[in-house]
Every structure is written in structure tokens, then in C-alpha cells.
């Protein structure tokens, strides 16, 4: 239900329901720790925490980075067929690289 979620883009498609879940939890830098978790658990020594780089870095930039990662993908094709969630994060990112 999350990622069907995530993958209407909620930015666009409910942008006060958007603000309003960033203000509930401390700010926009915040916010990109829910909206990106799956990319902090794909590289986690890589990134760190996004809310921290979103302090140093801007909220902005952090969200445009990890679209970028979705965009190129989590993981290596291996021949499988695409999980579910590959779909939904493919779907996702593509919304919200049309939308920048």
C-alpha cells in the first residue's frame, strides 16, 4: 500500500497531505527519510541518514539525488522478472523525473 502510494506521487498529486506529513515530522529533510527508506537500506554506508545530508545539503537536493538512484535502480538485472516493488519504484521515479 506504501509504495502504491509512493508511486502516484503524492508531490504533485496531494501536495498539501505532502506538506503536511513533512511538517508532522520535523520538516521537508525529514520527510525524504520516509519517502526514500528503500534507497537508505540499498546503500546505507554510502548515505547515511537523509535527513542529515537534507540539513547540510538542502531538503531539495537530497530528494532530486534519490529520485536519481531510483531512477537508475536498486538492483542489477539477473535475468528474473521484475518484483513487484521494481515496478512501483520504475513507476515512481519516472512520475517524478517528469515532474522536475
Known sequence: MWNKFLASDPGRNRPILHNLMAL???GKHRWNEMLFHDVHHAFPNALGTL???GRFHGWKKVHDASVEVLYRGLW?????E????????????LLMRQGQ
Open 24 to 26: 508532522a515530522v520535523g
Open 51 to 53: 535527513s542529515q545530508r
Open 76 to 80: 542489477k538485472p539477473n535475468g528474473d
Open 82 to 93: 521484475e518484483t513487484e516493488m521494481q515496478k512501483q519504484q520504475k513507476k515512481r521515479s
